[in-house]
Nanobody
Framework: QVQLVESGGGLVQAGGSLRLSCAAS????????MAWFRQAPAKEREFLAR????????FYGDSVKGRFTISRENAKNTVFLQMNSLKPEDTAVYYC????????????WGQGTQVTVSS
């Protein structure tokens, strides 16, 4: 069973940076896509970025392109989201997700970590 545990959230001032981590366990992830989503109060969950575990190829949502970077460290089974130039509108709960390549919706989710950006 896949387990995803996010960490690294917190309170930061506008213009600052945070790095989120997602520790993944329970599978061999070589055939997986790993992604980050976020959900702000009263808003739908928003896709931010994904990475193909095996190749490291990445894809970003328009709202974070150029500011956020997704990466992974194979030895630690961990996926990161480096967030720079943070804005108050980035305030949300951030979730890590995983799915097998070729699957439909993301199958596995972490519990989320809160990011709050003050103006």
């Amino acid at each position: 069973q896949v387990q995803l545990v996010e960490s690294g959230g917190g309170l930061v001032q506008a213009g600052g940076s945070l790095r989120l981590s997602c520790a993944a366990s329970g599978r061999t992830f070589s055939s997986y896509l790993m992604a980050w989503f976020r959900q702000a109060p009263a808003k739908e969950r928003e896709f931010l970025a994904r990475i193909t575990w095996s190749s490291g190829s990445t894809f970003y949502g328009d709202s974070v392109k150029g500011r956020f970077t997704i990466s992974r460290e194979n030895a630690k089974n961990t996926v990161f989201l480096q967030m720079n130039s943070l804005k108050p509108e980035d305030t949300a709960v951030y979730y890590c997700a995983a799915k097998r390549i070729g699957a439909g919706p993301y199958e596995d989710w972490g519990q989320g970590t809160q990011v709050t950006v003050s103006s």
